[in-house]
T-cell receptor, first 112, second 113 residues
Framework: DGGITQSPKYLFRKEGQNVTLSCEQNLNHDAMYWYRQDPGQGLRLIYYSQIVNDFQKGDIAEGYSVSREKKESFPLTVTSAQKNPTAFYLC???????????FGPGTRLTVL | GQQLNQSPQSMFIQEGEDVSMNCTSSSIFNTWLWYKQDPGEGPVLLIALYKAGELTSNGRLTAQFGITRKDSFLNISASIPSDVGIYFCAGSNYGGSQGNLIFGKGTKLSVKP
């Protein structure tokens, strides 16, 4: 059953703590993406990776970090430097046609 | 970053009515995509358009790639309650970082039974 999984679905953290969000895909896609979604807003790109061991900053990378050690996995760390981390985080992947991105179910992060 | 202008922002319609929404951009795109997002879930790809003037259908959904390459339209015919959600347009160009998607802010659709 191919797809993109994100875990956990809901995450609560105290202010000042780093937290890592998981994203795994078994679609054999080369490219993976992390987006942030706030109420009433579109999707904003945080980081993306087009190949293993390489990644690029998106529009709002400050306060976030990523790694791409395996093709299947693209974890996102929300650091304490991110001033407003409470949001809905979406991971996506894309195959040969980069334009068609497929999304995971999302992780809702709440920082208390 | 660049964003698309998507309208309307929200729609309240009666079940059975047709729906139209659109996206415009100041830049040209080679690709237009339309997604639907249910509450608390990730967006699902509905239709992808790759040629200016292209008209593509997916069941009751029809989308068009504007001839100027700066706009796209999505129509839903005979709406049903499960059409409720947020519809996003996205545009991109081929290759490298230009393949990244630019998203509109969404059209929130509410359907009254």
């Amino acid at each position: 059953d191919g797809g993109i999984t994100q875990s956990p679905k809901y995450l609560f953290r105290k202010e000042g703590q780093n937290v890592t969000l998981s994203c795994e895909q078994n679609l054999n896609h080369d490219a993976m993406y992390w987006y942030r979604q706030d109420p009433g807003q579109g999707l904003r790109l945080i980081y993306y990776s087009q190949i293993v061991n390489d990644f690029q900053k998106g529009d709002i990378a400050e306060g976030y970090s990523v790694s791409r050690e395996k093709k299947e996995s693209f974890p996102l760390t929300v650091t304490s430097a991110q001033k407003n981390p409470t949001a809905f985080y979406l991971c996506a992947s894309a195959g040969a046609t980069y334009n068609e991105q497929f999304f995971g179910p999302g992780t809702r992060l709440t920082v208390l | 970053g660049q964003q698309l202008n998507q309208s309307p922002q929200s729609m309240f319609i009666q079940e059975g009515e047709d729906v139209s929404m659109n996206c415009t951009s100041s830049s040209i795109f080679n690709t237009w995509l339309w997604y639907k997002q249910d509450p608390g879930e990730g967006p699902v790809l509905l239709i992808a358009l790759y040629k200016a003037g292209e008209l593509t259908s997916n069941g009751r959904l029809t989308a068009q790639f504007g001839i100027t390459r700066k706009d796209s339209f999505l129509n839903i015919s005979a709406s049903i309650p499960s059409d409720v959600g947020i519809y996003f347009c996205a545009g991109s160009n081929y290759g490298g970082s230009q393949g990244n998607l630019i998203f509109g802010k969404g059209t929130k659709l509410s359907v009254k039974p």
